[in-house]
């Protein structure tokens, strides 16, 4: 599962990595050496032996855009920080921790939101296009494929550009709720000015427990990200959309994930059961490595983007 946005700017600051980067090209993405010329041709392969190619993507693909992730080594939240993101039950029971929750996120909401997709998200748009990918399933929660055009889309761990009501399900715009925090907290958020350059915040308890936090205007109900949070389940309508899109696919290609969480794991089990080929561009092993015919260690945009959908 990539990285949940409301940690963003809480951690301390990117560990710099020896290897060499392309300048302007974030630093949370891992270290890792320019992809074979071989490798790149096998996907090419692969790829255009797929009539009707389903993709999973995960945090690797935007990592590239600025958005950190969970697991890579040296660069993800795991190894940076000891932070850990929000339990679903912890933040059902406990207005303090959703308060706490709310204020960070309010503090992160500019930056996060500004997040673009790059190349890799948008060589996946021309495969739309061009009538290669036939659905495409990212664990990410970021909106970097639909800002990218994406259509035939599955956001698996939901968006956090919306905003559900556990009360009664009503989903509404995140921009809509950064509006409303504003205007119940206009001292407070002058309070919370002090970004450092790089993106860090520190809040202080004592400034956490002045933020308002609003309730659905329709029912008084909690509001939260319409994201699957640790400790939830992703909806089983979606798990079956998902399934019945593979079954229409002829080969997955898994794209920035270590495929660690079961959620979006198990698509790959299923492609195993269906005997449906399968390749892997991903830095660093992946939970999948034993059912993937082909695996290309590379970044992804790198790589998508001299791939053709031919
Ligand atoms: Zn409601």
Not at 89 to 112: C, D, I, L, T
Not at 147 to 163: D, M
Not at 190 to 215: I, K, M, N, T, Y
Not at 286 to 304: F, I, N, P, Y
């Amino acid at each position: 599962m990539r990285l949940p946005w409301w940690t963003l700017t809480l951690h301390s600051a990117p560990v710099r990595r020896t290897s060499s980067v392309p300048a302007g090209m974030s630093n949370f993405v891992p270290a890792c050496s320019t992809t074979d010329a071989q490798s790149v041709d096998q996907l090419q392969d692969f790829v255009s032996r797929a009539r009707r190619l389903f993709v999973i993507s995960g945090a690797g693909l935007s990592t590239e855009s600025g958005i950190p992730d969970y697991r890579s080594e040296g660069v993800g939240l795991y190894a940076r920080t000891d932070r850990r993101p929000m339990q679903h039950a912890e933040f059902v029971r406990s207005a303090k921790s959703r308060q706490r929750y709310w204020a960070r996120n309010f503090v992160g909401w500019p930056q996060f939101s500004s997040h673009q997709p790059n190349s890799a998200h948008k060589a996946l748009q021309q495969w739309e296009e061009s009538g290669k990918l036939h659905w495409l399933v990212t664990q990410n929660v970021d909106a970097l494929h639909s800002k990218a055009g994406q259509k035939r889309l599955t956001e698996l761990h939901g968006c956090a550009h919306r905003v559900m009501c556990l009360g009664c399900g009503a989903i509404s715009a995140r921009e809509e709720l950064q509006r409303r925090f504003i205007s119940l907290n206009p001292d407070w958020r002058a309070q919370a000015g002090a970004v450092a350059p790089d993106g860090d915040v520190f809040l202080e308890d004592e400034q956490v427990l002045h933020f308002r936090v609003p309730s659905c205007d329709d029912c008084g109900g909690i509001l939260k990200p319409e994201v699957t949070f640790f400790g939830d389940s992703v909806i089983k309508g979606t798990v079956q959309f998902v399934h019945d899109r593979l079954a229409e696919s002829d080969a997955v290609l898994v794209v920035g994930s270590s495929l660690q969480v079961y959620s979006g794991y198990r698509f790959l089990l299923a492609a195993s059961d269906r005997k449906m080929p399968v390749a892997i561009l991903n830095i660093g092993p992946t939970r999948a490595d034993h059912l993937a015919g082909l695996k290309v260690s590379g970044r992804c945009g790198e790589v998508l983007s001299v791939i053709q959908p031919l």
